[in-house]
């Protein structure tokens, strides 16, 4: 069988290494164009394209898919399934007819709930316990087919969205490959999405990852570990914006009814760190500017703090 890939992210990884595992014929994978990355914005190239040189795979990276000048090399391929995992860009409808069987996208969510760009940020944000993957039959509106197959996941409430997404890929990758062995059968019934039941996951911004230190130590910890590994949640400390990677909620929590944002005590890992409706916690991981990351523990010790110090205000715009 014939496939066209159309991925960027290191997440689509997984599910392209699993089509050439089941013998799948990747005749040619889209991505992304290299892109400035780091602090000298030297040109970088996606984790599928770099995958797809080491396999001598065909690679194509257009500015804009849907351009005209890319529609005759593109309807040339005559693929038998049109594969997208985190792609990027919404495709028009004369690529989606060009798959034989059928065009097939991998979303890491259980559709319709958190159609977009960031479905894993989102449902950990929202204190979602459970998530997963759903492959859908492609149309031009995002995210809105009718779904295929669908595999859900706990989520572990100590996960970050990076080492989530992690499982979800190879979840993701499993999924894919029943998904195309039941197209080619004729053994999977597409059924259309509730539209009733869909929420949105629009694009993480570096505004939405600042705290606030009145809302719940739930609410910040979820906050945190959707930020993480971007952008990263922040607050401001001495007028720097400090990042913090790693919280744990308190168990056991002693009631503290001080300022929210004020250090209550210091633990083996990390500080305790006042909250809304007298709850705590305990930030495990902080980040200075230009500094490597480091304990709160470490961090509290550098700054010489103590207990009773407010050392982070309320929701300051910076």
């Known amino acids: 069988m014939r496939v066209v ?5 290191e997440f689509a990884v997984p599910a392209l290494q699993m089509l050439l595992e089941n013998h799948y014929e990747v005749c040619c994978v889209i991505t992304q164009p290299d892109r400035p990355s780091g602090r000298g914005q030297k040109s970088k190239p996606s984790p599928v394209k770099l995958f797809a040189q080491c396999h001598g795979i065909p690679i194509f990276q257009p500015e804009k898919i849907r351009a005209e000048e890319n529609r005759r090399f593109l309807t040339g391929l005559r693929p038998d399934f049109l594969v997208t995992v985190a792609y990027g860009q919404i495709l028009p409808g004369w690529l989606l007819e060009t798959a034989r069987i ?10 319709p709930r958190y159609r977009g760009a960031a479905p894993i940020s989102w449902a950990i944000m929202n204190g979602d316990e459970i998530t997963g993957v759903t492959t859908m039959w492609m149309e031009e509106s995002l995210d809105a087919g009718p779904i295929l197959l669908q595999q859900e996941l706990p989520i572990h409430p100590e996960k970050t969205a990076g080492e989530l ?7 993701g990758a499993d999924l894919l490959v029943r998904t195309l062995e039941g197209l080619g059968e004729g053994t999977i019934v597409p059924i259309q999405q509730d539209e009733k039941q869909a929420t949105w996951a629009p694009p993480i911004t570096k505004e939405i990852a600042k705290i606030c230190w009145s809302r719940p130590a ?16 922040y607050t401001v400390f001495r ?12 168990k056991d929590e002693v009631a503290y009814n001080d300022d929210p944002g004020t250090l209550v005590d210091i633990s083996r890992e990390g500080i305790m760190v006042q909250c809304g409706d007298q709850t705590v916690l305990e930030v495990v991981e902080v980040q200075q500017p230009g500094r490597r990351k480091i304990s709160g523990r470490e961090f509290a010790n550098g700054m010489r703090l103590q207990p009773g110090n407010l050392i982070f205000s309320g929701c300051l715009d910076t």
């Open 218 to 233: 739930m609410a910040i910890h979820n906050l945190i570990r959707a930020m993480n590994p971007w952008p990263g949640a």
């Open 5 to 9: 890939f159309l991925g960027t992210p």
């Open 102 to 111: 059928a065009p097939v996208n991998v979303h890491a969510s259980l559709l």
């Open 165 to 171: 997404a992690e499982d979800l890929a190879h979840i």
């Open 239 to 250: 007028g720097e914006r400090l990042q913090i990677w790693r919280s744990s909620l308190v």
